[in-house]
């Protein structure tokens, strides 16, 4: 799929209007293997409005219900951008925890600031952001049996350069390290962006993070040989809204193969590659 390509053949991920959650889940046979290095692209678009909300997520995830994993649906609000936690009537960070996609990772570009619960910790909205949703290390308790995120890497952007109604870019490139468990995911957002049949680089407000993974077994509950996850995006809006739209652009895991070049001079049948044979 291309950024030049109508909108309307893109996934949706929320439309425009008051308390609407989506996802969009890998098939099992396209879960990521954390052992293995891997790139995707995709592209963002984000309906132009004054006051958007309230974003979406990329999550990768092990929890047992797979592609149809979504938050706890006590307390639901737009805060939670489908994946996190519960917000509010909890006495602790660990019930907090108990309500979001178990399991997971989450990187966040969240458009509207829910400065009483989740948001109260951010430097302003829109932001990019990552966590670990089902960690109760994740988050802050406050008063009235509130919690805050704790927004890990947090970017501020400027709302003129993701809520206009443009595609903008988002690459993850996932590098595991040799003989552990761990490995780098860095994120880009905001490299570049498109509208109508134009691509232009960006210069501002372009983020990017490296997430230091130390242990990708214990941090998604994988057991056995098990080294893969569900992987995809969620979303959701409030008594505000926006539409939140997204397309890939390469999808990691549709081709995996070895590829053996030869070149061979036909008129002798032999296989130049082979048989130490040199020509000029």
């Keep these: 799929y291309s950024p030049n390509d109508q909108l309307d053949s893109a996934i949706m991920i929320t439309a425009d209007k008051g308390n609407q959650k989506g996802a969009i ?24 409005k004054t006051n958007p909300a309230d974003g979406m997520a990329f999550v990768m995830h092990n929890a047992s219900a797979g592609s149809s994993a979504f938050m706890d649906q ?16 909890v006495t602790s960070t660990a019930d907090a925890a108990k309500g979001a996609i178990p399991n997971s990772l989450a990187i966040e570009l969240d458009t509207y600031s829910n400065g009483d619960t989740l948001d109260k910790n951010t430097p302003g909205v829109p932001h990019v952001a990552w966590n670990y949703p089902s960690n109760p290390a994740s988050y802050i308790l406050l008063p009235q049996n509130k919690v805050a995120l704790v927004h890990n890497d947090a970017v501020s952007l400027s709302m003129g350069n993701v809520a206009d109604g443009k595609w903008h870019h988002f690459s993850l490139s996932w590098q595991p390290s040799n003989g552990s468990k761990s490995g780098n995911l860095t994120y880009t957002f905001n490299d570049r962006v498109a509208a109508g049949d134009s691509v232009q680089p960006m210069t501002t407000d372009v983020v990017k993070k490296t997430i230091f993974i130390d242990d990708y077994v214990k941090r998604f509950g994988l057991t056995g040989s098990n080294s893969k996850v569900h992987w995809g995006f969620t979303g959701s809006t409030g008594g505000s809204s926006a539409r939140n739209v997204m397309t890939f652009e390469n999808i990691p895991g549709l081709v995996s193969a070895n590829i053996t070049e030869s070149v061979v001079d036909v008129t002798r049948g032999v296989d130049i590659t082979k048989s130490g044979v040199t020509y000029s």
């Design 74 to 89: 006590k307390n639901y609000g737009g805060s939670r951008l489908g994946v996190w936690g519960f917000d509010q009537n």
């Design 25 to 48: 889940w890998s098939n099992p046979e396209y879960r990521l293997d954390l052992s293995k290095p891997f790139t995707s692209s995709m592209w963002l678009n984000i309906s132009k």
